[in-house]
């Protein structure tokens, strides 16, 4: 079945320590995938997405991502996490019917200041 | 920017009561989506729509309805309540089937009593 899977539900980091969020994905072909983030009460907001091409995608708010087909991963990264990146990030897929689009379990991410 | 708008922020209602979630986007997508999201689980698809008077199932779309009479307008009914549908809806509307722009309303929370 194609899926999405964040292996870790739960991260602390302290604040300007970087961070690294793993998604793993399980699609036959090379997959569109995604990252959201949701801030408590908020829906849910695109940080970036990955079609093709440069394997290294850049999004919002300082984050970057990257795929690598032969781990079938496309972790979240960024350098210097702020407090008010504290949320629950989703990594997402479209199937390759393309018309639908699949969530990971989802990671919080807490941040000590 | 595109606005999806979920007509209750929170809803508590009593087992077997029949329950209408509303969602309205302002941007004349065609499609749109109702997820249910639960902690650990992240976003599960219930049905979703490509058309007026359109619908299709998706992953868990036991227990629910779907409406789509007007273009910006898709509403998910349960029809007889259950304690193992409280929980968070969220509902989403894109211009592509494929991910590529999905905008997500704030949710609404369910409680079933």
């Known amino acids: 079945a194609q899926s999405v899977t964040q292996p870790d539900i739960h991260i602390t980091v302290s604040e300007g320590a970087s961070l690294e969020l793993r998604c793993n994905y399980s699609?036959?072909?090379?997959?569109?995938l995604f990252w959201y983030v949701q801030s408590p009460g908020q829906g849910l907001q695109l940080l970036l997405k990955?079609?093709?091409?440069?394997?290294l995608v850049q999004g919002i708010k300082g984050f970057e991502a990257e795929f690598k087909r032969s781990q079938s991963s496309f972790n979240l990264r960024k350098p210097s996490v702020h407090w008010s990146d504290a949320a629950e990030y989703f990594c997402?897929?479209?199937?390759?019917?393309?018309?639908?689009?699949?969530f990971g379990g989802g990671t919080r991410l807490m941040v000590k200041p | 920017d595109v606005k999806v708008t979920q007509s209750s922020r929170y809803l508590v209602k009593r087992t077997g009561e029949k329950v209408f979630l509303e969602c309205v986007q302002d941007?004349?997508?065609?499609?749109m989506f109702w997820y249910r999201q639960d902690p650990g689980l992240g976003l599960r698809l219930i049905y979703f729509?490509?058309?007026?008077?359109?619908?299709e199932k998706g992953d868990i779309p036991e227990g629910y309805s779907v409406s789509r009479e007007k273009k910006e307008r898709f509403s998910l009914i349960l029809e007889s309540a259950s304690t193992n549908q409280t929980s968070m809806y969220l509902c989403?509307?894109?211009?592509?089937?494929?991910?590529?722009?999905?905008?997500f309303g704030s949710g609404t929370r369910l409680t079933v009593v």
């Open positions: 699609y036959g072909a090379t997959p569109y």
């Open positions: 990955y079609f093709s091409g440069d394997t």
């Open positions: 989403a509307s894109s211009s592509d089937r494929g991910g590529y722009g999905y905008t």
């Open positions: 941007m004349d997508h065609e499609n």
């Open positions: 997402a897929g479209v199937n390759n019917a393309g018309n639908m689009l699949t």
């Open positions: 729509s490509y058309d007026v008077k359109m619908k």
